[in-house]
């Protein structure tokens, strides 16, 4: 996925890739664990967000890469 179809989550704090067992892959909030108004998997592109902050490059930044 590009930053494009992300959108702000791109470079949130708050964001965290997910990998099902079937190999989709998801952006989880991390902001949702202490503040019900944000969703856990929010529908992307996030354009706008109350909760975005800027982060820095660490572990969960980069979409895990798909199955064969």
Same mark, same amino acid.
């Given at each position: ?7 702000? #989550?791109?470079?949130?704090?708050? /964001? ?8 989709? *892959?998801?952006?989880? #909030? /991390? /902001?949702?664990?202490?503040? %019900?108004?944000? %969703?856990?998997? +929010? *529908?992307?592109?996030?354009? *706008? #967000? ?12 980069? +979409? %895990?890469? +798909? /199955? %064969?």
């Amino acid at each position: 996925m590009s930053a494009g179809e992300v959108g702000l #989550c791109a470079s949130c704090r708050h /964001r965290r890739w997910v990998a099902s067992g079937k190999g989709s *892959r998801f952006l989880y #909030c /991390r /902001r949702s664990e202490t503040d %019900p108004l944000f %969703p856990k998997y +929010p *529908r992307l592109p996030v354009l *706008r #967000c109350g909760g975005y902050e800027a982060g820095e490059e660490r572990e969960g930044q980069s +979409p %895990p890469a +798909p /199955r %064969p």
